[in-house]
């Protein structure tokens, strides 16, 4: 009789390789979270996630665009130039924040956002370099101020994304 009390316990218990399994689940659920959280990540579903990215950042753009462009000219840009070099920045970024996400964490906290927009300053200067039409006039100071407003912009578009009901439960 006591053996078989013995053994329901045994099936009860978890093996260590297990705990550790379960442990390592919920590090990845966590990270995930505090990434949704802070506005890394826009939907739980990926490939949503990178459709609204790209979405989002093609408005903010042209929406900065299109204000500074009467006033003070920050960008020299084609159409083609805008969705070519907008949809390579829009992948880049995807590319870093997952690798941010999973290593920088801490840091970006931390900083406030700094390491942020450094790493978008990059981008775009990256984008600029590599995409045709897609130029930051001659001053220096054009890609800071873009990314500003950018980043500005984003910022608002992300939140609504993140907080509308309607995007988050309507495409599961």
């Known amino acids: 009789m006591n053996d078989h009390n013995h053994d329901d316990h045994d099936k009860d218990d978890l093996t260590e390789e297990e705990i ?38 093609l408005l903010s753009s042209s929406i900065l665009i299109g204000l500074t462009s009467q006033i003070y000219p920050l960008i020299d840009i084609t159409l ?20 941010m996400i999973r290593f920088l964490l801490k840091p970006i906290i931390y900083s406030f956002g700094l390491i942020l927009y450094i790493v978008n300053v990059t981008l775009f200067w990256l984008t600029d370099l590599m995409v045709d039409r897609f130029d930051y006039e001659l001053h220096v100071e054009n ?30």
Not at 23 to 35: H, W
């Open 143 to 172: 890609i800071f101020i873009f990314t500003i407003g950018f980043m500005l912009l984003r910022f608002i578009f992300t939140t609504y994304v993140r907080k509308a009901e309607w995007v988050q439960k309507g495409l599961k």
């Open 20 to 57: 550790r399994k379960m442990i390592d689940e919920s590090k990845q659920v966590n990270k995930l979270k505090i990434g949704y959280d802070i506005g890394f990540i826009l939907h739980k579903n990926f490939g949503y996630h990178v459709l609204f990215t790209l979405i989002v950042n």
């Open 80 to 99: 083609v130039g805008f969705f070519v070099g907008m949809f390579l920045y829009t992948l880049m970024e995807l590319i870093i924040k997952i690798i």
